[in-house]
Nanobody, 120 residues
Framework: QVQLVESGGGLVQPGGSLRLSCAAS????????MGWYRQAPGKQRELVAFITDGGSTNYEVSERGRFTISRDNAKNTVYLQMSSLKPEDTAVYYC??????????????WGQGTQVTVSS
């Protein structure tokens, strides 16, 4: 079992930046990848980005160039640096861990979510 604790959400103006953090504890040896999903009001949860234990990253197209995911393996922590934020980035951001199976990554554990609101 992996426990995830997120931090860094909040209110930011359009064009601003935020950095989300997610620290994992427990059975961290089972983690093959860590990443972020988000869910806006009335919408389905969508993948934002993930990073594998080897350092490979994957971003959804709309975030590429604005968001940067990174990972500190020694601290079992993943970060999401978000810049040039837009009102449509407003959502609850969920950290997750994933296990690798036959080359694909499947979500395994979830954080409680952190609210990001982009508004003037």
């Amino acid at each position: 079992q992996v426990q995830l604790v997120e931090s860094g959400g909040g209110l930011v103006q359009p064009g601003g930046s935020l950095r989300l953090s997610c620290a994992a504890s427990g059975n961290t040896f089972s983690i093959n990848a860590m990443g972020w999903y988000r869910q806006a009001p009335g919408k389905q949860r969508e993948l934002v980005a993930f990073i594998t234990d080897g350092g490979s990253t994957n971003y959804e197209v709309s975030e590429r160039g604005r968001f940067t995911i990174s990972r500190d393996n020694a601290k079992n922590t993943v970060y999401l640096q978000m810049s040039s934020l837009k009102p449509e980035d407003t959502a609850v951001y969920y950290c997750y861990t994933a296990r690798r199976n036959r080359g694909s990554y499947y979500p395994d554990s979830w954080g409680q979510g952190t609210q990001v609101t982009v508004s003037s």
